[in-house]
Structure formats: structure tokens, C-alpha cells
């Protein structure tokens, strides 16, 4: 894989590699936010639904056709976070995430799914867990952020994103640890920029009548569908990692809603396909280098890869892992395209 990388970054020395994702608001993505909330994460006894409008501007930078395979937070810098969170896993029986076209967010009410323009997709449903030391807080000087969490709230069912305003729908009747939800970061809602959010203390999804502050949100994305496996969903490949500018970083590659502790394989090629595969699946990339992974417990498997300063790499990822009840004894995810911009 690494040999493989510095062939293609020889390549195409000097390109600017995509980040896959976009930061809402797009005013924060290297800016802290204003505040902090916990509401996405509470836990037990403590349910939540919370509706996140965001405008079409703020997703300019994602290439309409997208699938949004699912989203991330950090924590704010502020002094009730520790440097490290959580201490041990936290889990949800259930989690369920939609998303959908919204409505203007200048005219949304109280019940959420008036708020959709269109009934919306279920892209996560089911149990969920967010690993020990997900969220970090290094206390940067002003106005630097923290670092993204790892954890992903990665989407079941990728969303297909067609333009227009985004609705994402958060419900969960909280966590089943009694540690206190620490804080992600916070702007406050704002029809006119970025959009707005609504939350209430319920669950299963209620109306959520409070107007609520806005999560600075990362929104991840790729190309292209995975195919069902066991569970009925598909796996997914979510990339992290930004090495614009030419200043070298550390691309991510996770994949997730995996069956656990089986091989998984991340495929890398130059340029997307749509190759059709025995089982019914399709190969999103034009093959060059397979590097070989093991899920763990929770069906998930992650490679980080450093690229040099002034050396960047173009070339497609797809993941694919071992599913004994899926056609052919395997299934696929999503791509991504951390290519040339």
C-alpha cells in the first residue's frame, strides 16, 4: 500500500488532495465554535431529538451526486471537557439518524418532518457505540479548534445528496452509560448563514419545539453505493483527512457497519468504476493495491496514511469485507475520492 502511495504521489506531484468532507458551517472549519452541547450524545435516562437544517451554500464544496456516508464531531475547548473522553465505550441500544431535503430554514416549525421536503431516508437505525477517547481536547490557543473525533456516526444507508438544503433528524433515548455527556462544539443557529437546528427531550422522534444552538459539523462524504450484507445495510468507507495546500498530512480511511472481527481488504486504484462483481456488487475503483484488515468488535477498521509535504497523492478507495451471509461470501462499501481538485 505505502509503495503503492509513492508511485502515484510521483505521479501527480504538487496536486491538491480533496478532503472528502465539508465543514458546517464552512466559517469554522478552522475557527472554534462559540459554545458546547451534548444533546447528540446524552446519556442514560436522557433522550434527545435534534434536527439539524443545513443550507445548500454551506454545501457548495460537495459535488452534487455525493453520497454522504456520514458525519463527525469535536469537542469544544472549554474547561469541563477533559483532554481525553470517554473513559470506556459508551453505547446506545438504538440510534436513529434521517436525512433528507429540507425545507427553507427560515420557515421551519416545530415538528420535524414538516421540516423535510420530502419524506426522509432512514441512514441509521439500531445500536451504536462511540469508542473510549473518541473526543480529545489539547486546549489550543485562540481561535484554534480541537481535532476531529475518530467516531463517526456512520450512515447505514449513505445518502445521495441532489443539492438543495440538507435536513439531518437525531434520535436516541440516550446512552445506556451513567458517565456525563461531555461537549461538543456549538455555533448559534442562523436561517440567514449556515442554518438552523431544533431539539426536545424525546425519543422516539417528537417535536422538538426548542430552537437550539448549531453543531459544527463534519460532514463526510464519497461516491457511489455499497451492497447489503447480513444485516440488511451495507458497510461503509468514511475518509478523514485533509492535506490541501500542499503541506502534507495524514489521510483516514475507516470502514464501518462491518460484521465484526473478519478480514476486510481497502482496494485503491486510480479513477472511479462501476465494474460489476459476481455477487451482485460493484468494483468503484480501477484496481492497483489491496491492503488487508481485520474489523474489530464493533465492525469497524481504520488505516491512516501520512503523505509528505509537497507530495500528493490521486487515487480512489473502496472498501470490501468477508460476510458469510451475503451473496458470494463478501460484500462492498461506498468509494471515496481523495483525488486532485
Request: charged share 5%; hydrophobic share 40%.
Amino acid at each position: 500500500m505505502r509503495r503503492f502511495l509513492t508511485c502515484c504521489c510521483t505521479a501527480v506531484l504538487g496536486c491538491a488532495m480533496a478532503a472528502q468532507s465539508v465543514v458546517v458551517p464552512n466559517a469554522n472549519a478552522n475557527t472554534r465554535g462559540t459554545s458546547q452541547l451534548n444533546s447528540i450524545i446524552r446519556n442514560a435516562a436522557n433522550p434527545r431529538t435534534y434536527q439539524y437544517g443545513i443550507n445548500a451554500a454551506e454545501l457548495a464544496g460537495m459535488p452534487v451526486g455525493s453520497v454522504i456516508t456520514g458525519v463527525s464531531l469535536r469537542f469544544m475547548v472549554f474547561g469541563s471537557n477533559t483532554a481525553s473522553w470517554p473513559a470506556a465505550d459508551i453505547p446506545w441500544t438504538t440510534y436513529d439518524i434521517y436525512a433528507g431535503p429540507a425545507i427553507p430554514t427560515a420557515s421551519w416549525v416545530a415538528d420535524p418532518m414538516l421540516n423535510f421536503a420530502a419524506p426522509p431516508a432512514v441512514v441509521r437505525t439500531g445500536p451504536m457505540t462511540l469508542e473510549a477517547n473518541s473526543f480529545t481536547n489539547t486546549n489550543p490557543p485562540a481561535p484554534l479548534p480541537n481535532a476531529w473525533s475518530e467516531f463517526y456516526f456512520d450512515f447505514q444507508t449513505p445518502y445521495l445528496y441532489l443539492g438543495g438544503d440538507v435536513a439531518l433528524l437525531f434520535s436516541h433515548p440516550g446512552s445506556t452509560s451513567t458517565l456525563t455527556a461531555l461537549y461538543p462544539e456549538v455555533v448559534a443557529s442562523s436561517a440567514a448563514t449556515h442554518g438552523v437546528a431544533r431539539v426536545q427531550s424525546v425519543y422516539p422522534t417528537g417535536v422538538a419545539t426548542t430552537v437550539s444552538t448549531f453543531y459544527v459539523m463534519r460532514i463526510h462524504y464519497g461516491y457511489g453505493f455499497g451492497c447489503p450484507g447480513t444485516s440488511g445495510t451495507a458497510p461503509v468507507l468514511v475518509q478523514n483527512g485533509n492535506t490541501e495546500g500542499g503541506l502534507g498530512g495524514t489521510i483516514r480511511l475507516q470502514i464501518g457497519n462491518a460484521p465484526a472481527a473478519t478480514l476486510a481488504v481497502l482496494v485503491c486504484g486510480l479513477g472511479a468504476a462501476g465494474t460489476p462483481l459476481p455477487n451482485g456488487c460493484s468494483l468503484l475503483v480501477n484496481p492497483v493495491s489491496t491492503l488487508f484488515l481485520i474489523t474489530d468488535s464493533l465492525g469497524r477498521a481504520a488505516y491512516s496514511m501520512s503523505i509528505p509535504p509537497a507530495i500528493q497523492a490521486a487515487f480512489n478507495a473502496q472498501g470490501g469485507v468477508l460476510d458469510s451471509g451475503a451473496p458470494g461470501g463478501y460484500t462492498v462499501t461506498n468509494g471515496v475520492s481523495p483525488m486532485a481538485n
